[in-house]
C-alpha cells in the first residue's frame, strides 16, 4: 500500500473537473488519464474524487457538444437564438458546475469525503455520513 498523504489526486482531478468547464475537452482526457494511471493506487476517498469528477466532466462535455450541435444544425452561431443559448450555457449551467467543483476541491485538499450532488447517487458511491 502506498503512503496516501503525499497524493494529490482528488485535487487534481476536482481542478481538471472545473477547468474542463472552460477548456472542454483538453481537461477531460486528462481526468481520463488520471483515472487510467491512478485509480488503483489512491485512497477511496480520492478514487470517489476522481470518479464523480470523471463522470461530472463527461455530462458538461457532452452537453456543452450537444448545445453546439443543436445550435450548427439550427440557426448556427450567427443568430440570436445560438447566442442566446451559449449564453445562458456560460452565465447559469458552467457556474453551477463550478460551485459544485469548488466544494469538490476545498473537500478533497483537506482529505474529506465529498457527494455530487447527482453524480454520486448514479455511480453509488456512499460516504460514512450520507450512506446512497
Do not use: C
Amino acid at each position: 500500500m502506498r503512503d496516501h498523504d503525499h497524493d494529490h489526486t482528488a485535487a487534481f482531478a476536482e481542478a481538471f473537473f472545473m477547468a474542463n468547464l472552460l477548456f472542454v475537452g483538453v481537461f477531460h482526457l486528462a481526468l481520463w488519464v488520471l483515472w487510467l494511471t491512478r485509480r488503483d493506487r489512491v485512497s477511496p476517498i480520492a478514487r470517489d474524487h476522481l470518479k464523480q469528477a470523471l463522470a461530472g466532466s463527461a455530462f458538461t462535455t457532452l452537453l456543452f457538444l450537444a448545445l453546439n450541435i443543436g445550435i450548427m444544425l439550427t440557426t448556427g452561431y450567427h443568430s440570436v437564438g445560438g447566442l442566446l443559448t451559449l449564453e445562458i450555457y456560460y452565465m447559469f449551467i458552467v457556474p453551477l458546475f463550478m460551485l459544485i467543483g469548488i466544494l469538490g476541491f476545498k473537500k478533497a485538499i483537506t482529505r474529506e469525503e465529498y457527494r455530487y450532488p447527482v453524480f454520486a447517487r448514479l455511480l453509488n458511491i456512499e460516504t460514512a455520513a450520507n450512506p446512497a
